[in-house]
């Protein structure tokens, strides 16, 4: 843990070494600043943003690795959703599936895209204060070169005062010069002053992800012998980037509006779907597959299931499917248009959570038994 704030730390001592060092010397930076307002604003400007980028993504990354560290030290109650580390909670949350070390090292390059991506906003902050200080380069060359032509070709050396035209005409080349220097020297400064921030987070997040790689290989390890029949979400067909996103933004949009999400499954060994239940008997099933006979005929077996263990309760079992278009297609099967017109219906339909011990505990045994249920249904034959 102090590894990790350590790099927080170098990063604010050093942006304010650079905060006091601008306003001991000001007035040579603010003379830097003007010598041409338009590009040297645009490079400070971007500067700003890039030190402002990397400290965002650094605070997003703190409550992370607080959520890391409270999961496997065995603390309930943190209320956090993690974004980066989604994809582990997604797997230790998942009782369907059991983590080998295919699993695990899968999970690991989830993780490790994400932070990639985090990086990749950074360096290209960086890049872009480069090109800009080049850019101001060439620009003030421009009108150095150009100065000096226009100098010389309205020069009049027989004139009496060609030295006193040949002074003001100094002004403009001289200028020119003035704006390459400045931007390339601001460019630089902005580019080694963001680089060496987005390095301070580029090492707080391999110290995170070290830490995750050592408690996942410890749990994993603690579990060898796994012998109930289960179900991997990572096997059979491939979830690509794209449908696991999908399927985490649906798992957050039930867990947000109060359900209890028990289980994350495979419909047909294939399709990944989430499974959440609510109050009052209500069981909903979501996936992004939307072939109604595939639907139908898991819902049938779902409610016989039912039927069959559960005298006299009445389980209003729900397929909510994502399609092209939003329609009810009745027989309890929903299909939405997007993700996003999901999670508006799961907005306005959120569950109402008990109140009562006695109403929490027969939701705690409604909820255990849902979990048996699917275990039962959708565990793999052999």
Not at 32 to 49: E, K, R, Y
Not at 168 to 173: D, E, H, L, S
Not at 230 to 247: F, G, H, L, M, R
Not at 342 to 348: H, P, T
């Amino acid at each position: 843990m102090k590894k990790f704030h350590r790099h927080l730390n170098i990063m604010s001592v050093f942006t304010a070494i650079l905060l006091i060092t601008a306003l001991i010397f000001w007035r040579t930076f603010l003379n830097i600043a003007i010598t041409n307002v338009i590009l040297n604003g645009i490079i400070i400007g971007t500067a700003v943003f890039g030190i402002g980028l990397c400290f965002k993504n650094m605070f997003d990354l703190l409550p992370e690795h607080k959520w890391l560290h409270a999961y496997f030290d065995g603390k309930s109650g943190f209320g956090f959703t993690p974004k980066i580390l989604r994809p582990v909670a997604l797997a230790l949350h998942n009782r369907h599936l059991h983590i080998t070390t295919t699993n695990l090292s899968e999970i690991l390059d989830l993780v490790s895209l994400r932070m990639e991506d985090e990086r990749e906003r950074v360096r290209y902050v960086t890049n872009t204060l480069i090109f800009l200080g080049l850019l101001g380069t060439f620009w003030g060359l421009i009108l150095t070169v150009g100065g000096f032509a226009d100098l010389l070709l309205h020069l009049d050396f027989e004139n009496a005062s060609v030295l006193q035209e040949m002074q003001v005409g100094m002004a403009k080349p001289l200028s020119g010069m003035a704006t390459a220097f400045t931007s390339s020297l601001l460019g630089l400064a902005g580019s080694l002053t963001v680089g060496f921030l987005g390095l301070q987070l580029q090492f707080a997040q391999n110290t995170m992800f070290n830490e995750l790689t050592d408690f996942m290989t410890q749990y994993v390890l603690q579990k060898p012998g796994e012998t109930k029949q289960i179900q991997e979400i990572t096997s059979n067909a491939p979830v690509n980037e794209d449908v696991y996103n999908k399927i985490s933004t649906i798992y957050d949009s039930f867990t947000n509006n109060g359900y209890e999400v028990c289980d994350l499954i495979r419909i047909d060994g294939k399709y990944p779907a989430v499974i959440a239940i609510g109050s009052d008997e209500k069981l909903f099933i979501a996936t992004l597959n939307n072939d109604f006979y595939t639907l139908q005929n898991m819902l049938k077996r779902i409610e016989l299931c039912f039927a069959d263990t559960l005298e006299g309760i009445n389980i209003d079992t729900r397929v909510l499917c994502v399609s092209n278009k939003n329609v009810d297609l009745g027989n309890k099967v929903i299909r939405f248009a997007s993700v996003d017109a999901l999670d508006k219906y799961l907005a306005s339909h959120p569950n109402i959570r008990p109140k009562t011990k006695s109403e929490r505990d027969d939701f705690n045994a409604y909820s255990e038994y849902i979990g048996t249920a699917i275990d039962y249904l959708f565990k793999p034959n052999k």
